[in-house]
């Protein structure tokens, strides 16, 4: 099977396209529709296994490098808001220079951090460079697909983005299996290594296989202050949020950090109004379902990535669980957004998007106050049973995302809405680390002290107070070398049961970020382009 790509030159009132005698063709193996699949499936591959397989990972970081809890948010952190930042401008540069070109580029980079972090020593140097796999992986993501859409004729396009789609929900699931095999006979560094061989191959696929294809009206200018002013605004809102615990709500250094952000956005808004090739277009946000369907997509994040931080804390530090059977108590989760997606599709076919989006996130609301009345001593059932309502809410949010955003964007901006849905996944996922982090960062250092002194455990300075909080934040027991087994004893229940009651609380935040989402979701409605632009949602 082979495919060809004509470059459209006419104006507005032509209808004859230009010749396409100087346009790659593909020939045998190169620019071979499947197995282009297969190679941009590979390298994306990588990316999506990162979503989930490093949250396993961060108990092992953390102990490892005596990292404080803040500092294991930007593990997550650094990542996602270095890919949600970047995605919109990558996916510019894909289209000026190439597609192929930032593919290949972005699984080199991307496999290069990775290993950087397996030879890190510092907590510091693994927030780095997980930055830097942020920005690799923002430029393979939006290559990647419109590799396919320019590889793939029309009527089968939507047939490859849903095997990519498989690809990507697969590697998702696994991600927790896999990290938990790793992390328990290897090391947490082997989480980060295992990308090298992936991407090595990727990149030998990409060389041998992959077909260059360019727009003739690509973008020749670049928002540079668009970017800078986005960026900065993320970082000093991101920024403030985690430190607010250590310097208070009421600090001065807080709320500088939360106006400079909103003056951030502010003049970012302004500028993408002047700029004659904007970052953003803010016309896009006149469709109100669009809008309502980039706020979906912010809130479902904030209350899908934000709790499933916890968890995994939770399981490995309170239930005392090694990786790999932390690894198999996520499955539930991972596993029904896979099965619950085909049905989602089907439903939403039906339906339209505005049900199946509601429901969805009602259920999320409920699995989300569910997980808020788990306790220490709660067993694999139960907790499976809210993980897999959590997966199966959250599917018809994933499938559903096509037809909310890019459907109800202009034809010729649709991969600008792509690429802006999961911008808005990826800002919504470092908002809710952040958020939810913050809650429970305040709840546990509000009733540390208290649980402590009614346990009739013996008082601690303020520096030990502040000490054992920090532990108390991912469910460690600060329990000192010598001291008594019934003491110890003691300490560790307090531990774990003032971290239940901060991870009950951010789930409980969490659940009401899910119910007004529900409300956002009935604004949502079926775009006239939904079909043109279905492959974009699995960006």
């Given amino acids: 099977m082979t495919s060809q790509t004509t470059i459209d030159t006419t104006g507005p009132g032509d209808k004859a396209p230009a010749a396409p005698s100087d346009v790659p063709q593909a020939s045998g193996l190169r620019g071979h529709p499947w197995f282009t699949l297969i190679t941009v499936a590979v390298g994306v591959m990588m990316v999506a296994l990162d979503g989930t397989i490093v949250a396993i990972a961060n108990p092992a970081i953390q102990k490892d490098l005596k990292a404080s809890f803040a500092d294991v948010q930007w593990i997550t952190n650094g990542y996602f808001l270095a890919l949600a930042v970047s995605l919109i401008t990558a996916g510019k540069l894909g289209d000026r220079f190439g597609h192929r070109q930032t593919f290949l580029i972005g699984v080199t980079g991307f496999a290069a951090a990775s290993g950087a972090i ?8 693994v927030v780095t460079f997980r930055v830097f796999q942020g920005l690799f992986g923002a430029l ?13 004729p029309a009527e089968k396009l939507n047939m490859a983005i849903g095997i990519w789609g498989m690809v990507i929900g697969a590697s998702t699931a696994g991600g927790p299996i896999l990290g938990g095999v790793l992390v328990e006979h290897v090391n947490w560094q082997s989480v980060f290594f295992i990308n090298v061989p992936v991407g090595a191959i990727a990149l030998i696929l990409g060389l041998l296989i992959l ?3 360019r727009a003739e009206n690509a973008p020749r200018s670049f928002d540079l202050l668009g970017i800078a002013l986005l960026s900065g605004a993320m970082f000093c809102l991101v920024w403030a949020l985690i430190k607010a615990p250590a310097w208070g709500w009421g600090d001065g250094k807080t709320w500088t950090f939360i106006a400079v952000s909103i003056v ?4 970012f808004s302004f500028w993408e109004t002047k700029v004659k090739e904007p970052l953003i277009p803010l016309n896009l946000f006149r469709s109100v379902p669009l809008s309502a369907g980039v706020v979906l997509m912010v809130l479902m994040a904030i209350a899908f990535m934000g709790g499933l931080f916890f968890v ?3 399981l490995q530090n309170v239930h005392g669980m090694k990786p790999i059977d932390a690894g198999l108590h996520l499955l539930p989760l991972t596993g029904m957004m896979i099965v619950g997606s085909p049905l989602a599709g089907a439903l939403i076919t039906k339906l339209g998007p505005r049900i199946p989006l509601a429901g969805g996130m009602a259920a999320t609301a409920i699995a989300m106050y569910g997980m808020s009345t788990l306790e220490t001593d ?17 599917a018809p949010v994933m499938v559903g995302a096509t037809e909310v955003i890019v459907g109800n964007a202009p034809m010729e901006l649709s991969g600008v809405a792509g690429g802006l849905q999961q911008a808005a996944m990826q800002i919504g996922g470092s908002l809710g680390t952040a958020v939810l982090g913050a809650v429970m960062a305040s709840k546990v250092d509000s009733d540390l002290a208290g649980n402590w002194k009614d346990a009739g455990l013996p008082p601690l300075t303020p520096t030990q107070l ?7 934040q991912v469910g460690v027991a600060p329990v000192a070398k010598g001291t008594p087994e019934a003491i ?3 300490i560790a229940d307090v531990a774990h049961d003032t971290f239940i009651s901060g991870m009950s609380l951010a789930s409980l935040v969490a659940c009401g970020v899910a119910v007004v989402a529900v409300f956002v979701a009935l604004l949502t409605k079926r775009g006239e382009n939904a079909e043109a632009g279905a492959g974009a949602a699995h960006i």
């Fill in 488 to 490: 110890a004893a003691k």
């Fill in 466 to 472: 502040g000490q054992a909080s920090e532990a108390v």
């Fill in 140 to 152: 393979l993501m939006p290559a990647a697909l419109g590799l396919l859409r320019a590889t793939f």
């Fill in 378 to 394: 709660t067993g694999s059932a139960v907790m499976s049973l809210w993980f897999a309502l959590l997966g199966l809410g959250l």
């Fill in 118 to 125: 397996g030879l890190s020593n510092s907590i510091a140097a």
């Fill in 312 to 314: 995994t804390f939770y």
């Fill in 264 to 267: 951030g956005f502010v003049l």
């Fill in 211 to 213: 077909l260059d294809h």
